[in-house]
C-alpha cells in the first residue's frame, strides 16, 4: 500500500539554526499539509498546499515557516531560526484531488524536532 | 469557532470488556467526519469517514456512529493491540480563505490489559 514517507526521523538543531524537513506524498495525491504535535498535546494545522502553493495556513506558520515541492515528489518544510518551543513532532499528510475538506488524510510517520 | 472535544483524555479496560468513546462537534454544517488511531511515535492512521447522521462504519472491532452533534466510537471485546490513541477530526472554515482544514481533537488514549 502507498504510504508518505518523511526524513529525518529525528533531527536535533540549535536555537536559531535553520532546518528543513522533507516528505514523499503518496504519488498520486495532490493535496500536501503540515501539521505538528507538541508532547502531549493535539494534532495542530499548519499549512495546507496545492497546485504548487499554499492554500491556507496557520496562526502558527509565521515568516519562520516555509514550505516547497522543489520537484515531482518532495514536499518540505523549512523553519528558518528555530526556537525552542519549535520542538514538536512533524507530520506530513497528503489526500487525493477532489474534495480535500472531505478525503482522508494519510500521514506519514514524522519528524522528531529537538530545538536545544 | 469550531471545536472538537473528545472524552474521556483516557480510558483503561480489560481485553474483552466493551466500551465507547466519544467525539463532540461544533461545526456549521458537517462536511465529514474522521477517525484516525495513533499509535506511540507514528502519525495518524485512517480508520472511518462519516458524512451524515445514522450513518455507521465498522472494521473488525470497531464500529463508528454519528449523529447530529457527536460521534462515537464502539469498541467491542478489545484486544491489547487496540491499544493506540484515538482521534477524531472534522473539517473546520479556515480563518484565512474560503476552505476548510482537518480539525483535530485531543484523542482517547486507550489501554487494553490483557
Known amino acids: 500500500e502507498p504510504e508518505v514517507t518523511q526524513t529525518p526521523s529525528h533531527q536535533v538543531t540549535q536555537m536559531g539554526q535553520e532546518v528543513i524537513l522533507r516528505c514523499v506524498p503518496i504519488?498520486?495525491?495532490?493535496?500536501f499539509y503540515w501539521y505538528r504535535q507538541i508532547l502531549g498535546q493535539k494534532v495542530e494545522f499548519l499549512v495546507s498546499?496545492?497546485?504548487?502553493?499554499?492554500?491556507?495556513k496557520s496562526e502558527i506558520f509565521d515568516d519562520q515557516f516555509s514550505v516547497e515541492r522543489p520537484d515531482g515528489s518532495n514536499f518540505t518544510l523549512k523553519i528558518r531560526s528555530t526556537k525552542l518551543e519549535d520542538s514538536a513532532m512533524y507530520f506530513c499528510a497528503s489526500s487525493e484531488i477532489g474534495r480535500p475538506y472531505n478525503s482522508p488524510l494519510h500521514f506519514g510517520n514524522g519528524t522528531r524536532l529537538t530545538v536545544t | 469557532e469550531d471545536q472538537v472535544t473528545q472524552s474521556p483524555e483516557a480510558l483503561r479496560l480489560q481485553e474483552g470488556e466493551s466500551s465507547s468513546l466519544n467525539c463532540s462537534y461544533t461545526v456549521s454544517g458537517l462536511r465529514g467526519l474522521f477517525w484516525y488511531r495513533q499509535d506511540p511515535g507514528k502519525g495518524p492512521e485512517f480508520l472511518f469517514t462519516l458524512y451524515s447522521a445514522g450513518e455507521e462504519k465498522e472494521k473488525e472491532r470497531l464500529k463508528a456512529t454519528l449523529t447530529k452533534k457527536e460521534s462515537f466510537l464502539h469498541i467491542t471485546a478489545p484486544k491489547p493491540e487496540d491499544s493506540a490513541t484515538y482521534l477524531c477530526a472534522v473539517p473546520s472554515a479556515a480563518t484565512s480563505g474560503g476552505s476548510y482544514i482537518p480539525t483535530f481533537g485531543r484523542g482517547t488514549s486507550l489501554i487494553v490489559h490483557p
Open positions: 498546499f496545492y497546485n504548487n502553493e499554499i492554500s491556507e
Open positions: 504519488s498520486n495525491h495532490l493535496y
